[in-house]
């Protein structure tokens, strides 16, 4: 058998289990409600085998976009049997069963997924094919983001961002004295902190802080991700890390936020190759230098999920750590109102209240509350164009109400339940 047969045999396997799948989700819910349950049972069928569709041509987004609505449904067919208390035990382990089968397989989509995003941006930061050598600095130079393009109102001040309030009078101290005031700040004076590490897990604001407080400070930000400094071929990453150093120079007063950080400085010393060993010397060296030239005036914010792994000989340089940890209930309750106030336009019904949905989000993330407000809107909005009525001036989209958000809080918490499990078997 060639590779194509391997794969026309392995298509058609994977389309025979899933039809069974959906046979006995069919069978079962036939006999549960009939009619509603059926129509239901249609959609997941559908979904997942258009799931595999995708898969089959790794468009993995989608695919796992897919499996998480037809887990969502799938889940609320499960909630309310248990709910109405109408299924034997055995009829509702069945529809249990499926669910894991389908985690199993969005499982398997995220991680394929992951993988493709971390290729592509291997493809994006590839080596110099023979190319001009100011390609790094031409590279650096899109990092940069003015202090004019930060006085934009999309972009959130400190005083906006909810939560956090320790972290922002923190950031503020580290750095407001010495670039008002460079003047009090001689190399002979105690140094100022030029380094600060926000550490916490994702979602929650490390990004906009730093952001807002360049906009504050009214400097220019320079947005480093360490996957924009490696490179695939040898000794490219050394060259891009100075590129992105000199633009910094160039443009200052800068603050250089420096996410992933633990890509570069992690304290795992036996896996570490000769490259990441030198990328990690030239930016300790070139941390010191800004130390010692204060006039130059670049400040870095460094920000990690996973502090635990970074090298000692990196953390006793920073001067400051800042945790920025999970929203409060109060806070989930001020970023719902922070959705809603960029979204004056939407109409949402009374029920819909940022306390109520603060109150359904918990253990979420900022990014989440994000998240999960842009989908309830674009959904309802989707379908309002996809009708006739779009073509009215006179109508408008229906309300936004509780269910539709309800809705979309459950597919964010199934995609976040299978992130962390997919981490845990990493
Ligand atoms: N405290 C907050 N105040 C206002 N908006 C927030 C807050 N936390 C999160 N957000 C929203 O969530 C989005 C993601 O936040 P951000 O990018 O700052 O997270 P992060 O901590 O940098 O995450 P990661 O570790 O994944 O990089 C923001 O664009 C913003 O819309
Ligand atoms: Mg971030």
């Known amino acids: 058998m060639d590779k194509r047969d ?9 389309t025979l289990r899933i039809n069974s799948h959906n046979h006995k989700i069919k069978s079962i819910t036939h006999k549960m409600a009939p009619n509603e349950n059926y129509e239901v049972a249609e959609r997941i069928e559908s979904l997942v085998t258009q799931s595999m569709v995708f898969e089959d041509n790794e468009d ?27 299924y034997p035990e055995s009829e509702l382990n069945k529809f249990k069963n499926r669910k894991r089968e389908y985690m199993d397989y969005a499982r398997t989509l995220k991680r394929k997924q992951d993988e493709r995003s971390r290729q592509s941006q291997t493809i994006r930061t590839g080596g110099d094919k023979g190319g001009k050598s100011n390609k790094f600095k031409s590279k ?25 309030n320790q972290a922002k009078r923190d950031v503020k101290l580290a750095f407001e004295g010495p670039i008002k005031r460079p003047d ?3 190399p002979k004076s105690t140094t100022p902190p030029n380094s600060i590490l926000l550490y916490g897990p994702p979602g929650n604001g490390k990004t906009v802080l730093a952001k807002a407080l360049s906009k504050d400070l009214d400097v220019n930000f320079m947005h480093v991700r360490i996957s924009d400094i490696h490179g695939s071929l040898l000794g490219d990453s050394e060259k891009q890390l100075a590129a992105i150093f000199e633009v910094a120079r160039e443009n200052y007063p800068t603050i250089m936020f420096i996410d992933e950080i633990d890509g570069i400085m992690s304290a795992r010393s036996d896996h570490t190759s000769e490259v990441e060993r030198r990328t990690k010397n030239v930016f300790l060296s ?20 996973n502090q635990k792994s970074l090298d000692i000989a990196f953390m006793s340089r920073i001067k400051k750590k800042i945790e920025v940890g999970d929203p409060s209930d109060k806070d989930r309750e001020d970023l719902f109102k922070l959705e809603f106030n960029r979204r004056s ?9 940022p306390e109520t949905l603060g109150k359904l989000t918990t253990g979420m993330s900022g990014r989440d509350i994000n998240t999960i407000t842009e989908n309830t809107v674009n959904e309802v909005y989707n379908d309002f164009m996809d009708s006739k009525d779009a073509e009215n001036l006179n109508k408008q989209p229906r309300k936004i109400v509780l269910k539709d958000f309800e809705k979309q809080i459950r597919k964010v918490q199934i995609a976040n339940e299978i992130n962390n499990s997919s981490n845990e078997v990493i």
């Open 345 to 353: 336009e939407v109409k949402f019904d009374k029920k819909v209240s």
């Open 184 to 186: 009090l700040y001689g």
């Open 60 to 86: 993995f987004d989608q695919a796992f976009n897919n499996m998480v609505t037809a887990i969502e449904m799938i889940d609320s067919i499960i909630i309310s049997a248990e709910k109405n208390n109408i």
């Open 286 to 305: 070139e941390m010191e230098g800004f130390n010692k030239d204060p006039s130059k005036q670049v400040y870095f914010i460094f920000a990690t999920n």
């Open 6 to 14: 391997h794969h026309r045999v392995y298509k058609k396997e994977k």
């Open 140 to 164: 650096a130079e899109q990092l940069l983001v003015s202090k004019e393009s930060l006085e934009s109102p999309y972009t959130l001040s400190l005083d906006e961002i909810v939560g956090h």
